[in-house]
């Protein structure tokens, strides 16, 4: 059963068209990584290993596309420190939020932005996130938070064909 553990954790999944379903670990604690399994399998196999924790993402027919965070570790119980602190946790690879696409089993990175400096539990998580519903094939839109340089951007991308 994947439940229980913090390596585990995640916010979404993605059932694709090759039968697997994939999701990406939401941890600031532990290494993050997308995964996959089929369903009523317990195998859970590693695709990729990614910048930080993820918390959106969304899909189209045949692709996924999906953000990392730059957030903070655990509080240290001093309030005006974690309130001000901007050192991601030790599950954040470095300071860049990044834009993923997963198809056909494979992973890429599409674009990185550096987190905007600001403390990052008083303020935002650096990331991107992306609209509901279904995105067409050839684009996909993603929307910049507490990100230099895309900060309350929307941006569209297109896919080659």
């Known amino acids: 059963?994947?439940?229980?553990e913090q390596r585990f954790r995640a916010c979404w999944l993605w059932q694709a068209p090759d039968g697997y379903n994939y999701f990406a670990t939401d941890s600031q604690l532990e290494r993050n990584r997308v995964l996959r399994f089929r369903a009523g399998d317990a195998d859970v196999k590693e695709v990729a290993s990614i910048a930080g924790s993820s918390?959106?993402?969304?899909?189209?027919?045949?692709?996924?596309?999906f953000s990392s965070s730059v957030e903070p570790g655990e509080p240290s119980g001093r309030t005006f420190k974690d309130f001000?602190?901007?050192?991601?946790?030790p599950g954040i690879e470095g300071r860049d939020a990044v834009i993923y696409v997963l198809e056909k089993g494979r992973v890429n990175d599409v674009l990185r932005a550096r987190m905007d400096g600001w403390p990052l539990r008083l303020a935002q998580f650096a990331t991107f996130?992306?609209?509901?519903?279904m995105m067409p094939d050839n684009r996909?839109?993603?929307?910049?938070?507490?990100?230099?340089r895309f900060d309350g951007d929307c941006l569209l991308f297109e896919r080659a064909a």
């Open 140 to 148: 996909f839109y993603a929307f910049g938070r507490a990100v230099k």
């Open 84 to 89: 001000t602190e901007r050192t991601p946790g």
């Open 1 to 4: 059963m994947l439940c229980g």
């Open 129 to 133: 996130s992306f609209p509901g519903g």
């Open 55 to 65: 918390i959106y993402a969304a899909q189209g027919e045949c692709y996924a596309c």
